[in-house]
């Protein structure tokens, strides 16, 4: 089932956000991820395209452009993983990170989770207005952290 998320200002705008698979310019989001992200750099695109084939996938377009990106590793029912969250330079200081946070939070699939969580380097402003803060318990969590470019 995909969702469109509604916004007038947007639309008016010629913005979309969708859960459509099949609007994925996936091209776009490796070279991207592969490219100039700070997290996901090396990323084999087989793997890309898996983790997007199991995952909720939000699409930003303008005129079926695509201008941003956001997957969520979830159960549905308790847990939720946000991660390779962009939107591309040219469509920047917008408003539309904002725009794909809210509608990510208020997807009705994603209703009454116990945790949601995710990694950042440097949008901690972003993702507090959203009710992110600090692991409250970092020694609780443990991790097997296998980036995809060995040191050499």
Same mark, same amino acid.
């Given at each position: 089932?995909?969702?469109?998320?509604?916004?007038?200002?947007?639309?008016?705008?010629?913005?979309?956000?969708?859960?459509?698979?099949?609007?994925?310019?996936?091209?776009?989001?490796?070279?991207?991820?592969?490219?100039?992200?700070?997290?996901? &750099? =090396?990323?084999? $695109?087989?793997? !890309?395209?898996?983790?997007? %084939?199991?995952? /909720?996938?939000?699409?930003?377009?303008?005129?079926?452009?695509?201008?941003?990106?956001?997957?969520?590793?979830?159960?549905?029912?308790?847990?939720?993983?946000?991660?390779?969250?962009?939107?591309?330079?040219?469509?920047?200081?917008?408003?539309?990170?904002?725009?794909?946070?809210?509608?990510?939070?208020?997807?009705?699939?994603? &209703? =009454?989770?116990? $945790?949601?969580? !995710?990694?950042?380097?440097? %949008?901690?402003? /972003?993702?507090?207005?959203?009710?992110?803060?600090?692991?409250?318990?970092?020694?609780?969590?443990?991790?097997?952290?296998?980036?995809?470019?060995?040191?050499?």
């Amino acid at each position: 089932m995909s969702i469109i998320m509604n916004d007038d200002a947007f639309i008016k705008k010629g913005f979309l956000i969708s859960t459509n698979k099949d609007l994925l310019q996936v091209d776009v989001i490796f070279n991207y991820l592969n490219d100039d992200s700070y997290w996901a &750099q =090396g990323i084999p $695109r087989e793997k !890309l395209e898996k983790g997007i %084939a199991n995952s /909720l996938c939000f699409g930003v377009y303008q005129q079926n452009v695509q201008a941003g990106f956001a997957r969520v590793v979830t159960d549905y029912a308790t847990f939720a993983y946000i991660c390779d969250v962009f939107v591309l330079p040219d469509f920047r200081q917008k408003g539309l990170s904002k725009w794909l946070m809210q509608s990510i939070v208020k997807h009705p699939e994603l &209703q =009454g989770l116990r $945790r949601w969580s !995710l990694a950042t380097l440097d %949008a901690q402003g /972003l993702y507090n207005q959203f009710g992110f803060t600090q692991v409250a318990n970092p020694d609780r969590w443990m991790e097997i952290f296998a980036p995809y470019i060995k040191p050499q």
